[in-house]
């Protein structure tokens, strides 16, 4: 299969690269990164959940970065919603694109939404119903598509069924999540191939995190597979709070980088991204995650 002449990225960092940091962050600094994410061009930014702030606390302010982000026309600011609460939540704060997220074991699905794969999906079907009537677009994930932390190896015939379930309700869009960063490029491509059998390829995207350093590799398997949506992190930022050891999400930076080699279209630039990963870096305090932006950054300071 030829590459794609264009491709879309979701920036998921302000969501679920945040998620997972302990140190607290200001609504003002969570307001900035996004508004730099979007300076950068990105046309879809996961701002925040709406969840237990007991699980997850550094979500709790969802709400008032919402309130103080610039929107641009165009460009689409999502929200997690786990359940009717979270949803009613995310209505008042004005959200007009929410994602529902489901995993593919069993295990998981337990540790992170505290209920069965079958319960979490009939959670979601008044949700569903609840955003057909607000005019509000729902994205899908399943998280674990590639491994589970606690049961192992997740067949790719278990993904599809998962995927499945949230395209026929209503998701315009299923994110498969490589969630522990397992997953090589073999697999990647057998995965969609399984999975793209009952869901159609364009209704698919890729979530790949980088614990062993394959994410790069396995969007490029994914774009060979037809591909053509990816999650990314600015700065590489995340991890998972129920998956102990998992690195953060790809880099955004370091899959422009890759794209842009390609001749791949996103309308996202590669050095106002950089900037915006430097700010939340500062903010932080530490080394940014992607390399590109670790190897721009020596570039300046060093003199070839
Ligand atoms: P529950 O069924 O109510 O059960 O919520 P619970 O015991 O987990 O809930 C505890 C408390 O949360 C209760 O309050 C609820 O009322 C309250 P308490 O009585 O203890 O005072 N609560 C809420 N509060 C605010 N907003 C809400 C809400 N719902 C309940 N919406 C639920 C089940 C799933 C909602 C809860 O367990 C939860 O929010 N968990 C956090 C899940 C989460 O955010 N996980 C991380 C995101 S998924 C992910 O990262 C994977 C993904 O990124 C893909 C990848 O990376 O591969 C998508
Ligand atoms: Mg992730």
New binding site residues.
């Given amino acids: 299969m030829s590459l794609p002449s264009h491709v879309r990225l979701v920036e998921?960092g302000p969501r679920?690269g945040l998620?997972n940091e302990a140190q607290p962050i200001s609504v003002a600094d969570k307001v900035k990164l996004v508004d730099a994410l979007t300076a950068a061009g990105l046309g879809y930014i996961e701002v925040g959940?709406?969840?237990?702030?007991?699980?997850?606390p550094q979500?709790a302010g969802s709400a008032d970065v919402f309130a103080q982000i610039q929107r641009k026309a165009g460009v689409k600011y999502g929200a997690?919603?786990?359940?009717l609460?979270?949803f009613e939540?995310a209505m008042t704060a004005g959200v007009k694109e929410i994602?529902v997220?489901a995993a593919a074991s069993e295990a998981f699905s337990q540790r992170?939404?505290?209920?069965s794969i079958g319960e979490s999906l009939e959670r979601f079907a008044p949700i569903m119903a609840a955003a057909k009537q607000h005019g509000v677009t729902v994205r899908g994930?399943v998280?674990?598509v590639l491994g589970c932390p606690y049961e192992g190896a997740v067949a790719p015939e278990q993904v599809a069924a998962v995927a499945r379930e949230l395209y026929a309700m209503g998701c315009y869009e299923v994110?498969l999540?490589?969630?522990i960063g397992t997953g090589t490029a073999g697999a990647t491509r057998r995965l969609f191939e399984v999975v793209g059998k009952d869901v159609p390829r364009d209704k698919l995207a890729g979530?790949f995190?980088d614990t062993y350093g394959q994410a790069i590799a396995n969007i490029y398997a994914s774009l060979l597979e037809g591909i053509q949506v990816f999650d990314s992190s600015i700065a590489g930022l995340?991890g998972?709070?129920?998956a102990k050891g998992a690195s953060g999400?790809v880099a955004t930076e370091d899959v422009l980088y890759l794209l842009n080699g390609l001749g791949i279209e996103t309308g996202v630039e590669l050095e106002r991204l950089i900037l915006a990963g430097q700010q939340i870096s500062a903010v932080l305090g530490r080394p940014t995650g992607s390399r590109v932006a670790k190897a721009r950054n020596a570039e300046r300071v060093t003199p070839v």
């Fill in positions: 998921v679920d998620q959940s709406f969840v237990s702030p007991k699980w997850v979500m997690l919603t786990p359940n609460r979270g939540d994602a997220f992170n939404i505290n209920c994930y998280s674990c994110s999540g490589d969630t979530h995190h995340g998972c709070p129920y999400n």
